[in-house]
């Protein structure tokens, strides 16, 4: 296992020199949940036509959140990310919304960040819209499914 | 259970008048997790003084996500926040980190989603910080724990 | 008819002082419109529920950058705005779509300008949706229809 | 006429992939104009260097605008713009300012909307300065002139 | 001496929380220069209405930095100020330009840190403008004048 | 000594076209102080451990700061940095800190003012943490130590 590479051998936090790391396509894809009671579930999926599409809304924060990700992640270096999309799909057996994210870019580093990033804005946002009716929700399973392109190789989720 | 707030009678969204609410003292606590190997909790709280603060500069980034929250989720309102702490506990049992989150306000409305955007873009930190050597690290456990002083009362996490 | 209130004696441009003036409750409509070809026209609205929702995602950006306009204007207050509303209306008339916006806060100064803002950013998103099949669209008729609230009193576009 | 590419076959809004698109010189060039009563074209152009430069501020607005397109528009991809230029021009006949921005990239997109929203911008700013003294003024004309660069080939508006 | 505010009693960094202070009206006037070669300061100051007006654009960027206070200063409290003011005033002695700030609000903590940040990041736009002819121009002298309204009482530098 | 970039021929502010220079490895080192009275030296230097972490909070606010400067600089080119360290030493001669800042990219145009902000945001954040104890404190000394990789040649303070 090697060491925490965002410090330096003092321990200093520093943004890590990417410069020397060739530019190649990358992916990462992210995954999380948002938890929410039975009648929540149900007032969501009916009502997406009539009463307000909560998903649509999260959707567009999500690809908006990873965007931010470097305003937001001290040590994340800012990258022209060349697309994003963001799912979230009704799970009765959740019951609630199971949101996945794909970033991709062609740069020195990897996109996993501006990935988790989309899907952890995309369940705040639901929570928000949400919570006059259920404050109890909870976002969670928030984790990196695929990441490929850069030097560590590819990174699948058991 | 009522509607959903954050859309009107044609299902439109938009941003809730508030105007008439009346300004209180609100505060909000939210909590999360960031689950890891053992090895890499050895690393991070073994290596705190020497190798570099992950809880450091999580804490800081989560204080600051904070205050991004309005810019992040769509239908929030601006909040002139006047507290925030966040703090990043070790837990042996899970392995990994219990991240807790404070905001005060005096304001129209709540702050629960700032509590819960700086428990957010603290565990992202983490990840971010300790990726390079543990990918499969899962950020979980997310809601919120306690929200008062608006007109629907106090709500606690059983 | 007074002078240029965003510039001092000297003619430097400053952030006028509104320290002395009451925090009282204020209100600003804009509108504007999209004018497009009708072919696109019809692909907007037909295809609003299977082929994606542009309505939809421009009210959203309108509502977000309302929220941007003091980043946006030099000079121009933040302020904590209590209501957002975009409402985006086709027009087969035009044809296009017609665009207002309504904002609301308790401050010591207006919100026309996050009105006009909202407004704005909804046109330029309708146009970045549609660019691909209709370049030769254009955004017109943005202006205030109606302010009220500050000392200055009320206005009404006639 | 093809389809609307923000949204996929589900019609779901996303951030278009263009990581397999060759980075080609890319230009824009739209405009906009600021129309208002003939004693506030007075005023503004009389008092350009006394009273205060309403021209210099919605130019650097207007600049600085371009580079926030990514935030403004949710769908837009980050660009390292390489040039922005906006001129405001006084229209005697209109009577008001007419507004023209350039942009260039190199890039894998085209840079139309940060063109428009560079224009916008500065027109926005222009209606925040000069508001105290007309209220009526109106924003309008806002398109494209040029687009060169991309797959998509030359567009000149007509 | 007292502590640290900043930190709490584990020594961990949080935003302060300023929700019992009361609301009053604050001032902050802070102060910096940007020292220069006689030829680069003879160049902007002749220059000043042909070739280019390096202290307007200074000046507005100094406007625009205060309001980005809360964002580049960890845990600096957001506020809703109320006025800005940003001066450069030649000084063949130094030679270059000195640059004063003024920030006023209403609120429960000063303005201090905004006006030191106006100043900064005006000193940083003059540095910009000129490089291509003086690389070694120094910023300095960068330190708080005047700060009123709070608790703490008035400071007046000596 | 040639004219001022930032200023085309007529005297208006313009985003200097980059699009023609070569894509370059380029680096950048500012530095600066914060100077301070001998007791809150002691305070901030031996209550490191204790007390609170000056030095690490500046140092990250540094970092994030430097991402920002296209934001704040107005006329500066969004830039893809590769790599940002900050580091702030205490000097008892001073008394004080001294920040120095390097940047790296690979782009089309230097990281000096990526390095100034950075210098520039860790000064003003140790006078926030600091500024219960020291309203006194002076920024001062700042300046570019080092360019190099662009077709303007090797820079060196002297």
Do not use: W
């Not at 994340?76 to 994210?101: E, N, S, Y």
């Not at 404050?135 to 399973?141: D, S, T």
Request: aromatic share 2%; glycine share 10%; hydrophobic share 40%.
């Amino acid at each position: 296992m090697s060491g925490l590479t965002h410090f330096d051998a003092q321990g200093n936090a520093h943004m890590v020199d990417v410069s020397d790391k060739p530019v190649t396509d990358r992916i990462a894809t992210a995954e999380g949940q948002v938890k929410m009671a039975p009648e929540t579930f149900a007032l969501i999926t009916e009502g997406r036509a009539k009463k307000g599409d909560v998903i649509g809304v999260a959707r567009l924060a999500g690809i908006m959140g990873a965007k931010k990700t470097p305003e937001l992640i001290p040590l994340c270096h800012p990258l022209p990310i060349t697309k994003v999309t963001v799912d979230l799909t009704p799970d009765p057996d959740l019951p609630g919304l199971r949101i996945t994210a794909t970033v991709k870019t062609s740069g020195q580093t990897g996109v996993e960040m501006e990935a988790l990033t989309a899907v952890s804005t995309a369940a705040l946002t639901v929570y928000d819209m949400v919570k006059a009716v259920d404050k109890a929700m909870e976002i969670g399973g928030i984790r990196v499914l695929l990441k490929d392109g850069g030097k560590s190789g590819r990174f699948e989720a058991t």
